[in-house]
């Protein structure tokens, strides 16, 4: 082993409690998701068994209020596990964040006996969730979605096809946006729908480039009948309740990214300071030493930037503006480093005996997700100079 084998991430944490949380969660993602994560990416076998170990371990609920099964962490802190989880495996680390974006709209604005009923399932009962906002014709432009509820009596029926749900299939519950009324924005409501609801069915997952191991696919809608009272905040309410989850939702994409990107760098030096040629460690050839410091420095701004807004959000303060430049400046950080990684490895990164390919893989679809990138920088610009065509 080389004296010169990358170290963990040095933390600055908030409390002793965190620290023995991170030493926690190190210890799951190196004993129980790490040494798999290879093996079941390949054979698109999801994890189920971790995300209930998870939820045993306290970890599925760590930013909500610990009345009600969660951990009462800030932001701060739950971002970092976030980012140590996607290290080990995205496909964890990305249904853990997406977990806590369907468990937002009711921890954020359901009322007080919607959330003894059915938070302390959701957030530490082993419940696994899932978020339904994109249609097939609405991705970007959320608020044309057509996925309709119709009120009869004291329920509503729903109507509609979502696409690109994480966990589409497989969820205990949905956090579902649907069309109430006028078309636009103002006419949509949020509804928690269970996960064996009848008429709900999920369709054969996505075939996609990378993650395999987590299903992403269409939910299908068919006469869906959800009582009021799992209506979520107020008619009309919903794609408010839906920005809202998406801007806290996009600092955890940031986390994973970061966390995806760690583990390139890391396998990066790994094999750079092991790997011989000419005589010498190729890690001690300018031009790679160079690629390898530019990798470690986009990754501690992008570290630095998602904390940053995370503790805006704790401290009660705007963060939109900060989770939309986390969310892009972090995923295309990504991107580059584990591209860099499978070119540090030269041959052997193009192969599937090492994961540098796996890792560029799955790092192009967080430049997607939860508002592509085009969209952050829309975001951000509109902070600047105010809507577009004023």
Not at 107 to 125: I, N
Not at 146 to 164: E, F, H, L, M, N
Not at 345 to 369: H, N, S
Request: charged share 25%.
């Amino acid at each position: 082993m080389s004296d010169r084998d990358p170290q963990p991430v040095e933390r600055q944490l908030p409390t002793e409690e965190a620290r023995d949380l991170l030493a926690l969660v190190r210890d799951i993602a190196q004993r129980e998701i790490a040494p798999k994560a290879a093996e079941e990416e390949d054979a698109g076998h999801f994890p189920r068994e971790i995300f209930t170990l998870l939820s045993e371990s306290g970890l599925l609920g760590l930013p909500y209020d610990s009345e009600y099964g969660g951990g009462d962490q800030p932001y701060e802190v739950y971002l970092q596990v976030l980012e140590e989880l996607a290290a080990a495996r995205l496909t964890v680390g990305l249904g853990v964040s997406v977990h806590t974006l369907a468990s937002y709209a009711l921890a954020t604005y359901g009322t007080k006996q919607q959330q003894v009923e059915h938070l302390p399932a959701m957030l530490g009962g082993g419940l696994l969730g899932a978020y339904c906002l994109s249609e097939p014709s609405s991705g970007s432009d959320a608020a044309s979605l057509r996925t309709k509820a119709v009120r009869d009596g004291d329920s509503w029926v729903i109507d509609g096809t979502k696409a690109w749900i994480t966990h589409g299939g497989i969820a205990d519950f949905y956090t579902v946006m649907a069309r109430t009324g006028e078309d636009g924005p103002r006419g949509i409501t949020a509804f928690l729908v269970p996960g064996d609801a009848p008429g709900l069915s999920g369709a054969a997952p996505e075939k996609k480039m990378g993650m395999k191991g987590s299903p992403t696919a269409q939910v299908h809608f068919d006469g869906v009948r959800v009582p009021d009272d799992r209506r979520i905040g107020e008619e009309g309410q919903g794609f408010s309740i839906a920005l809202a989850a998406l801007d806290s939702g996009r600092l955890g994409i940031a986390a994973c990214a970061i966390g995806l990107a760690q583990a390139a760098l890391d396998e990066a030096v790994r094999y750079a300071t092991q790997r011989r040629q000419f005589g010498r460690a190729v890690a001690d050839f300018q031009g790679l030493r160079f690629m390898l410091a530019d990798m470690a420095t986009q990754i501690e701004a992008g570290r630095a930037l998602y904390l940053a807004a995370a503790r805006l959000r704790d401290a009660g303060r705007p963060f939109a503006k900060q989770a939309a430049m986390a969310k892009l400046h972090c995923t295309d950080a990504a991107m580059k480093v584990t591209t860099d990684a499978v070119q540090i490895l030269g041959g052997y990164g193009y192969t599937a005996d090492f994961p540098a390919e796996r890792y560029m893989r799955e790092a192009k679809v967080l430049q997607i997700v939860e508002g592509t990138n085009q969209i952050q920088r829309m975001v951000i610009a509109r902070h600047l100079a105010g809507p577009e065509g004023r």
